[in-house]
């Protein structure tokens, strides 16, 4: 008991001695256990969580007593040390777009010991991607990473993977760190792909109209007010009587209603390029309460077919007249109905000849009448008018019972038998159609009955009707028409259509086709020179162009005269009427333009030069002289007329007219009319005298041709080919022989074999064998009775199979030797010019060169003349003037003259020729 209590003495002493110098050391700074202690704080984790309910200690930093042993405090520091937090989430982004973001961790939660923190990345980055260390804290103790992204399209649509590992630092020297690993995800978004569809909105359609209250065929002017909210472009389609026929596609037509009531009016509108294509629509009705027009207009014809085919196509033309004017009326717009319904079949503008035509299919059998109206709005507003419907046609549509096949047009009968077709043709050109009719019931068998009715007629756009001359009918199937000339007026232009016809009026039934052809307007021409002026400064000049005038369609008020290209510092020039004005202003020389102009626009030019001379100066006595004609057939009568500038007082008149004819009377007449007698070509002179005793001379020269003897009887006979080895077979035509009177035909083949021959004035065809070798004459005698006797021959050869064609051998161009393809002109034209074209050439082969066609074009431009076909014999030269209407339209540039010649080698049966020769011209 006593040393039990000695025991618990000592120890309590011992306990006071170290309350007693622990502090003293800790005051002294060399105590071994403060040092431990403050060792082991500081490598305790940073922010670690001392659990102060199991432990009594205190920082001693802050002189504060910690009672507790190492080991205690070893432990509490190991318990409360946490794995590092990599806090950073999935990313995501569009393609194209940067993408920056942070990798961050904490230490877990360790909330008092401080050690050290990075984060890294492990593996490859994506292709493009980029870091940056980023230090987080003062004393550098936590260091993260910063990545910059901006992936590429090809990278969108596609998720990419990053690993990241954060390390915490050990808490002393030797022990392991804390490593922790993150997986995170950053998908890139295609951005096409994965963005919404857009919405299509549908469109709004709405218009308006004015005036806002009209009348019965003035102008009503219709403006859309639609939308699209998606901006879409739209289309525009207009029914202006809600009938289901579309009247207009512009934007912002106008409109004439020719009725008194309600009119209902729809717009539809459809997006353009969407793929949906939406469309909206709105009606609004109209009411026409009065009539507010003239009677100005008076329909004057109304012509159609008298019979068509069911399903096939009728024509009507109507020809319109302006009563305020009692001229056509240019520019009326013409309705044709059927009279009993009153239904609309079609409308149509009239031309400058206030006529046009309505084209529509027939559409079911029986008989049908027609009417029409027309209306013109004038400039003021004012509209003329022709609703009185008087003038009716009444027509009948029979069954489809015929086919009509191979239907050709041809300008010659020459082409017709070489199947060369033509579909472009001047005003008073004529040609040459042929067809054939099929039974469509009969397994389409040829109609062979010469008696089947046929008709052909021309129909041109502007209004004209004209019915060709059947000229020739064969047993061979074919059906031959023509039309000698088109009507030198302006009802035929443009693209036109010769319709055929067959009829058999016994059961009803026919047949019907159309081939379509171009007709051209003759374009105007200054005949002669118009002479070079000089007037004087201060004096006003004029002059007459009416002797320079010249159309076939077109004279007197319709032709117009311009002029153009003055330099206005020298004078002044003006045309009213047919009259040429100058107005000289200072000395110069200046070249001016005239231009004629007809009423289908097309022109001729012509230069002239101007000179302006002081007023003191003298001017030279000058003479031109001009003739109504300079070629055509004895006697020939000419009317000549002379131009006379700057004479002083009066003229004296020579004339010599070359024939050595005493002029007679007409000797000193300003305009003199003489007739040559005789054949020849004469150079007819002038020579003027004024009374101060100045001359002045000019020239012209007259060609007076054979006259064509009077025939009755044409005699044709044509052979293909004339010439090739026996067997040698011929075929023989008589088309284009022709008489007044009744005629037969005899044709001897001249080989002693029996004749062909025809009554009742029909030619023929006939196909003969000369079996040998040998030189024959075939004769075809026309008895025209009362008209004569005519013959007509052809020689035909045939050569022995075993020399034909030795020696004969030529190319095409070794037979066609250009001389000259060559622009008569001038090389630059504007737009509706005439460009006159030299073509020269001749035979270099050995044998005649037989029916040859020459054609010059402008391919670009489709400009298109064509000459033959001819015969040109061994060593012949050709030479012609071919004239090009250059379009009005065409574009500035330069273009391709194509001039080709095309004919049958005689001595070479294997090779026909066929040259090409170029040369470029410039429209301006």
């Not at 980023?134 to 998720?159: H, M, R, Y």
């Not at 489809?400 to 047009?409: K, P, S, T």
């Not at 039309?483 to 047949?511: C, M, Q, R, W």
């Not at 100045?694 to 006979?717: G, R, W």
């Amino acid at each position: 008991m006593k040393n039990k209590l000695m025991i618990s003495k000592l120890f309590a002493m011992l306990l006071l001695l170290l309350l007693v110098v622990a502090p003293l050391a800790s005051a002294l700074g060399n105590d071994n256990d403060r040092d431990f202690i403050d060792d082991d704080i500081d490598n305790c984790p940073y922010n670690s969580n001392i659990n102060q309910a199991n432990t009594d200690w205190k920082d001693l930093n802050n002189n504060n007593q910690l009672d507790v042993g190492e080991d205690a405090l070893g432990d509490v520091c190991d318990d409360n040390m946490a794995d590092p937090v990599i806090t950073t989430g999935d990313q995501a982004v569009d393609e194209e777009v940067t993408l920056e973001f942070t990798a961050l961790a904490n230490n877990g939660g360790d909330a008092v010991f401080a050690d050290t923190l990075f984060v890294a990345v492990e593996g490859a980055l994506p292709t493009g991607m980029t870091t940056q260390d980023v230090t987080t804290n003062d004393d550098q103790k936590l260091k993260t990473k910063k990545f910059t992204w901006k992936p590429t399209k090809t990278q969108g649509g596609q998720n990419y993977q990053l690993t990241l590992v954060a390390t915490d630092g050990p808490i002393q020297d030797g022990d392991a760190a804390r490593v922790v690993k993150k997986t995170i995800t950053i998908a890139v978004k295609d951005t096409i792909k994965d963005q919404p569809l857009p919405v299509n909105h549908q469109p709004v359609a709405d218009f308006v109209y004015s005036p806002a209250d009209p009348k019965a065929f003035t102008v009503v002017q219709f403006t859309e007010t639609a939308s699209d909210a998606d901006g879409d472009e739209l289309t525009y389609a207009w029914d202006f009587e809600n009938d289901g026929s579309v009247d207009s596609t512009e934007a912002n037509p106008s409109y004439q209603f020719t009725s008194i009531g309600n009119h209902q009016v729809r717009l539809t509108v459809t997006e353009k390029n969407t793929a949906d294509h939406l469309t909206a629509t709105v009606v609004k009705t109209i009411s026409i309460t009065e009539i507010e027009l003239v009677n100005g207009l008076e329909i004057t014809s109304l012509q159609c077919f008298e019979n068509v085919i069911v399903g096939k196509e009728q024509v009507c033309g109507i020809k319109v007249k302006d009563l305020t004017t009692n001229k056509p009326a240019v520019g009326a717009e013409v309705t044709l109905l059927f009279d009993d319904t009153k239904s609309t079949i079609g409308k149509c503008k009239t031309d400058i000849n206030g006529g046009c035509i309505v084209e529509y299919i027939a559409e079911k059998v029986g008989t049908f009448t027609v009417t029409s109206y027309a209306t013109k709005v004038m400039p003021n507003g004012e509209a003329l008018w022709d609703l009185s419907q008087n003038l009716k046609f009444t027509y009948n549509v029979l069954d489809h019972a015929y086919d009509i096949v191979n239907l050709g047009i041809f300008n010659s009968t020459q082409n017709m038998n070489l199947g060369v077709e033509d579909h472009e043709y001047y005003r008073g050109e004529g040609f040459f159609i042929k067809f054939q009719v099929v039974d469509k019931n009969d397994n389409n068998k040829l109609i062979t009955d010469p008696d089947l009715v046929t008709k052909a007629t021309l129909v041109s756009t502007p209004g004209g009707f004209v019915d060709l001359a059947e000229f020739q009918k064969l047993n061979d199937g074919f059906f031959y028409f023509n039309l000698d000339a088109i009507p030198l007026t302006h009802d035929y232009k443009g693209d036109s259509n010769v319709f055929t016809f067959a009829f058999n009026f016994k059961e009803n039934k026919g047949g019907e086709a159309k081939v379509q052809l171009n007709i051209l307007n003759n374009p105007p021409k200054i005949v002669g020179e118009i002479p070079d002026m000089a007037v004087e400064e201060q004096k006003t000049f004029t002059f007459d162009l009416t002797p320079y005038e010249s159309d076939l369609e077109d004279s007197g008020d319709n032709l117009f005269w311009g002029v153009s290209g003055a330099d206005e510092s020298l004078f002044t020039a003006s045309v009213v009427g047919k009259v040429l004005t100058i107005v000289p202003i200072k000395e110069g020389v200046d070249t001016i333009t005239l231009t004629l102009r007809d009423l289908d626009g097309d022109i001729d030019k012509q230069d002239v030069v101007v000179t302006v001379v002081g007023g003191n100066a003298t001017l030279p006595l000058a003479v031109a002289i001009n003739a109504d004609k300079t070629s055509g057939e004895v006697p020939l009568t000419v009317q000549f007329t002379s131009a006379v500038s700057n004479a002083v007082g009066d003229v004296t008149y020579i004339w010599n007219f070359g024939d050595g004819v005493d002029a007679g009377i007409a000797a000193n007449q300003a305009n003199p009319s003489h007739t040559f007698a005789k054949v020849g070509v004469y150079t007819v002179q002038l020579t003027i005298v004024d009374s101060a005793q100045n001359t002045a001379t000019d020239s012209l020269v007259i060609e007076v041709k054979e006259k064509a003897l009077p025939q009755d009887t044409i005699v044709v006979l044509s052979a293909t080919p004339t010439e090739g080895k026996a067997p040698l077979i011929v075929i023989f035509s008589t088309e284009g022989t022709a008489s007044t009177c009744e005629f037969t035909l005899d044709l001897d083949f001249g080989d002693g074999s029996n004749h062909a021959s025809v009554d009742g004035s029909n030619n023929f065809v006939a196909t003969h064998i000369y079996q040998n070798a040998g030189k024959y004459t075939a004769t075809l005698t026309v008895n025209a009775g009362a008209c004569g006797v005519f013959t007509k021959t052809v020689v035909i050869t045939a050569f022995d199979a075993d020399n034909y064609g030795q020696g004969k051998s030529v190319t095409s161009r070794g037979v066609v030797e250009w001389n000259r393809l060559q622009l008569l002109t001038g090389e630059e034209y504007s737009a509706g010019d005439v460009a006159a074209v030299l073509v020269d050439f001749h035979n270099d082969g050995d044998n005649e060169m037989q029916n040859a066609r020459i054609a010059v074009t402008i391919p670009e431009l489709g400009v298109r003349r064509s000459l033959g076909p001819v015969d040109i014999n061994e060593g012949a030269s050709f030479t012609e003037i071919i004239y090009l209407q250059l379009p009005f339209d065409a574009t500035a540039g330069v273009y391709d003259i194509l001039a080709t010649v095309h004919g049958d080698n005689v001595g070479n049966h294997d090779e026909d020729v066929h040259r090409i020769k170029f040369r470029q011209i410039t429209i301006n």
